[in-house]
Antibody, heavy 125, light 109 residues
Framework: QVQLQESGPGLVKPSGTLSLTCAVS?????????WSWVRQPPGKGLEWIGE???????NYNPSLKSRVTISVDKSKNQFSLKLSSVTAADTAVYYC??????????????????WGKGTTVTVSS | SSELTQDPAVSVALGQTVRITCQGD??????ASWYQQKPGQAPVLVIY???NRPSGIPDRFSGSSSGNTASLTITGAQAEDEADYYC????????????FGGGTKLTVL
């Protein structure tokens, strides 16, 4: 059973770079899945940040694209998130998730079936 | 368009049926996936695809879709179903971005 675990600093200074890692256990990061980052500011809804395939192909939220880098380390079976030039608005719980994307006839499927527990990141001086 | 629209709040009497809806252009091409989130917990996938439930999700949860609207139905709502529910899909315009609806707070009375 695949499990995901986020790790990284819980406090980041304004204008700094937020760096998180998601360790994948119980399965291979080279499986046919996208590996995603999602965040949730306090009291607000879920926001998709971006995703990476084991080949290195990435998709990013256009509103964050200029500040986000997602990378994969197949040797360590993990993937990472870097978000630069952070402000207080980037304070949130950050989740990593496994996503599946496929098609059946005319329709497409996209869903996140495995989630990490989340890690809280606060941006403050 | 990359937006998914949900009603902010819905309530249901214990044991009754409730439908939570999600609207967006991408839903004409993508099946919505649905997530349940309880306070302080990570989201949990409850419905994906045409109407698929992951292992462990009760069969009172079901999904449907028509045009640009996807629905999550809970038949015989239980107290433990009180939670926030989010829909999700990819944008259908070809840029491959994913998007979540704003979420629906379900109250079981």
């Amino acid at each position: 059973q695949v499990q995901l675990q986020e790790s990284g600093p819980g406090l980041v200074k304004p204008s700094g770079t937020l760096s998180l890692t998601c360790a994948v256990s119980g399965g291979s990061i080279s499986s046919s899945n996208w590996w995603s980052w999602v965040r949730q500011p306090p009291g607000k809804g879920l926001e998709w940040i971006g995703e990476i395939y084991h080949s290195g192909s990435t998709n990013y939220n256009p509103s964050l694209k200029s500040r986000v880098t997602i990378s994969v380390d197949k040797s360590k079976n993990q993937f990472s998130l870097k978000l630069s030039s952070v402000t207080a608005a980037d304070t949130a719980v950050y989740y990593c998730a496994r996503a599946a994307a496929t098609s059946l006839g005319y329709y497409y499927y996209y869903y996140m079936d495995v989630w990490g527990k989340g890690t809280t990141v606060t941006v403050s001086s | 368009s990359s937006e998914l629209t949900q009603d902010p709040a819905v309530s249901v009497a214990l044991g009754q049926t409730v439908r939570i809806t999600c609207q967006g252009d991408s839903l004409r091409s993508y099946y919505a996936s649905w997530y349940q989130q309880k306070p302080g917990q990570a989201p949990v996938l409850v419905i994906y695809g045409k109407n698929n439930r992951p292992s462990g999700i009760p069969d009172r949860f079901s999904g449907s879709s028509s045009g640009n609207t996807a629905s999550l139905t809970i038949t015989g709502a239980q107290a433990e179903d009180e939670a926030d529910y989010y829909c999700n899909s990819r944008d259908s315009s070809g840029n491959h971005q994913a998007v979540f609806g704003g979420g629906t707070k379900l109250t079981v009375l």
